[in-house]
């Protein structure tokens, strides 16, 4: 079957998502979804569809859709790509903006899946190593077709500096995308850079801050120019008519989304504080989870400790850099509440 099959697909590794147990007992922490329901508008519109409309194709462009999103930024509809999920958006990047014989810059450790899409595309990986402390410095006269900067960056839950970001990219000579799933959660972000920069993109999900990793609906904002390439690649109909009605609604209901993330955030600070009493080091984290070191007792055994007790978090022991850290999302109160208390049973002993 091997000749059957390109080699670069037949020497790849596929993408490995974050386990989803259906044991409703579990407490899951492990792969940064937000614990609270989203709009109430998602359910009225929901009893609003007509179940006819699903016998035609959704709107290919996803107009209406994209004008929310274009009032919620202050740019133009012809500003901003919506596509299914913010993996989607990434995936055209790399077709869009990488020659064959051109190459694919990030930041390691960064999300996981940057690596697999260039593979997939079978193009070079140029990754820049993070320093210990998880902040990053380019080699120098460093170049790539197209840079994958997640900011804050996942799994470490650090921002990087503004400024550091804004310099890069106005100097860079080929396409950055920074990837803002979290930037809800942070204090600020780089939203006007996609729309004062020529060769930059910021994509945004609707999986974290608005409660919906369900409905796979994620965009980018950047000039016309690069949101027109990637029209031009995309999927007939990318996006489909429920996700798109879902996400619109959910999009106008500020709200509840800024209720939801304050809600995640106060608990993040709580557990933060926590962890650090233990003894554990704790990332200042600008997301909705919490990279932590945990000192004494260590990542591996904790993680397996937790397991027992049907709290699941997400380990990366495959990397000498994380193997160290464990990545821990924010639940609900409740279930953080029972997290540290079967921590502290564990540090303690009493486990």
């Known amino acids: 079957m091997s000749n059957l099959i390109r080699?670069?697909?037949?020497?790849?590794?596929?993408?490995?998502?974050?386990e989803q147990p259906k044991d409703a007992d579990i407490v899951k922490l492990n792969t940064n979804e937000n614990p609270y329901l989203p709009s109430p508008d998602v359910q009225d519109i929901l009893q609003m569809v007509d179940i006819a409309m699903l016998s035609r194709y959704p709107d290919p462009v996803c107009l209406e859709l994209r004008k929310v999103i274009?009032?919620?930024?202050?740019?133009?509809v012809e500003n901003v790509f919506v596509g299914n999920g913010s993996d989607e958006v990434l995936a055209l990047g790399i077709r869009a903006f990488?020659?064959?014989?051109?190459?694919?810059g990030y930041f390691d450790p960064s999300y996981s899946l940057y690596p697999i899409l260039a593979d997939i595309e079978d193009v070079e990986k140029r990754p820049v190593a993070l320093t210990s402390a998880f902040g990053w410095d380019l080699p120098k006269n460093y170049d790539a077709?197209?840079?994958?900067?997640?900011?804050?960056?996942?799994?470490?839950?650090?921002?990087?500096?503004?400024?550091?970001?804004?310099?890069?990219?106005?100097?860079?000579g080929g396409v950055v995308l920074i990837d803002e799933a979290y930037a809800d959660f942070a204090d600020e972000n780089c939203m006007d850079l996609a729309l004062d920069n020529v060769n930059v993109l910021v994509?945004?999900?609707?999986?974290?801050?608005?409660?919906?990793?369900?409905?796979?609906?994620?965009?980018?904002?950047?000039?016309?120019?690069?949101?027109?390439?990637?029209?031009?690649?995309?999927?007939s109909y990318n996006v489909n008519y429920l996700t798109q009605e879902v996400a619109r609604v959910a999009v106008l209901d500020q709200d509840t989304m800024k209720a939801n993330v304050?809600?995640?955030?106060?608990?993040?600070?709580?557990?933060?504080?926590?962890?650090?009493?233990?003894g554990f080091e704790v990332s200042d984290s600008q997301t909705n989870f919490l990279?932590?070191?945990p000192l004494?007792?260590?990542?591996?055994?904790?993680?397996?400790?937790?397991?027992?007790?049907?709290?699941?978090?997400?380990?990366?022991?495959?990397?000498?850099?994380?193997?160290?850290?464990?990545?821990?999302?924010?639940?609900?109160?409740?279930?953080?509440?029972?997290?540290l208390d079967t921590v502290e049973e564990i540090v303690n002993g009493d486990f």
């Open 7 to 18: 080699k670069s697909v037949q020497a790849m590794s596929g993408y490995v998502p974050g």
């Open 70 to 76: 274009a009032e919620l930024h202050g740019c133009a």
């Open 98 to 104: 990488v020659e064959r014989d051109g190459s694919v």
């Open 145 to 172: 077709s197209l840079f994958l900067l997640t900011n804050p960056n996942a799994p470490t839950s650090l921002k990087f500096n503004r400024s550091n970001v804004e310099t890069f990219a106005k100097g860079f």
């Open 203 to 235: 994509a945004r999900t609707l999986s974290k801050s608005y409660s919906l990793a369900g409905i796979r609906l994620g965009y980018c904002v950047g000039s016309a120019e690069l949101i027109g390439a990637m029209f031009k690649i995309k999927d």
């Open 262 to 278: 304050s809600a995640i955030v106060e608990t993040r600070r709580m557990v933060a504080e926590k962890l650090s009493e233990f």
């Open 291 to 293: 990279w932590v070191k």
């Open 296 to 339: 004494g007792i260590g990542a591996k055994p904790l993680f397996d400790r937790l397991r027992t007790k049907n709290i699941i978090v997400r380990y990366f022991g495959n990397d000498e850099r994380t193997k160290d850290y464990l990545r821990i999302t924010i639940g609900t109160a409740p279930e953080m509440l029972k997290f």
